[in-house]
């Protein structure tokens, strides 16, 4: 089975600051990653699938880079809606794999 | 609009089986994969099973495989988990989501397996 290792598992950010996130393969996924929004109590929402390609609707302030085992979602500029949960998943071969997500909360 | 409309949840007890269904809408069904997801309270995200778009392959997590069965009509634009033999551990929240990539998320449905 694939690993995926978040990190870091939570941070604390204020408004207006740029937040990085990275997300590491066991082994090589070529760029068959998706990252996921989830706020409490709702269902996750998926931001970038390809490692880098924006879902339709999502803000540009979102950004994906990556391919190989090692992958980074950033958040730009911080705005208030943005503070929740984000999750990347492997869909290179199955078991299909998350990672243990990162909690992004306010300073 | 992409729309996943889940329903079929509740309490069971252990051992017990209940059907999750999940209607499509907003897209062309019969050209997707469809995948499960689970999340237990307070937990990450897992995997549960994903299914092919004609309904000839099946996936299934190894916490799952012999006790789920998934499923899908394409005549109804419906996707299915049957779960029997139910344990509590399978308690959680249950999502689908239309690909492997899970590019759209139904609004999830709680199982609790109790007793």
């Known amino acids: 089975d694939i690993q995926m290792t978040q990190s870091p598992p939570s941070l604390s950010a204020s408004v207006g600051d740029r937040v990085t996130i990275t997300c590491r393969a066991s082994q090589g996924i070529s760029n068959y990653l998706t990252w996921f929004q989830q706020k409490p109590g709702k269902a996750p929402k998926s931001l970038i699938y390809?490692?880098?390609t924006l879902q339709s609707g999502v803000p540009s302030r979102f950004s994906g880079s990556g391919s190989g085992t090692d992958f980074t979602l950033t958040i730009s500029s911080l705005e208030p809606e943005d503070f929740a949960t984000y999750y990347c998943q492997q869909y290179h071969s199955y078991p299909l794999t998350f990672g243990g997500g990162s909690d992004v909360d306010i300073k | 609009e992409v729309q996943l409309l889940q329903s079929g949840g509740g309490l069971v007890q252990p051992g017990g089986s209940l059907r999750l269904s999940c209607a499509a809408s907003?897209?062309?069904?019969?050209?997707?994969?469809m995948t499960w997801v689970r999340q237990a309270p307070g937990k990450g995200l897992e995997w549960v099973s994903t299914?092919?778009?004609?309904?000839?392959?099946?996936r299934y997590a190894d916490s799952v495989k012999g006790r789920f069965t998934v499923s899908r009509d394409n005549s109804k634009n419906t996707l299915f988990l049957q779960m029997d033999s139910l344990r509590a551990e399978d308690t959680a929240r249950y999502y689908c989501?239309?690909?492997?990539?899970?590019?759209?998320w139904g609004q999830g449905t709680l199982v609790t397996v109790s007793s």
């Open positions: 299914i092919n778009n004609t309904g000839g392959t099946t």
């Open positions: 989501a239309r690909g492997s990539d899970t590019h759209d």
């Open positions: 907003g897209f062309t069904f019969r050209l997707y994969a």
């Open positions: 390809g490692a880098s």
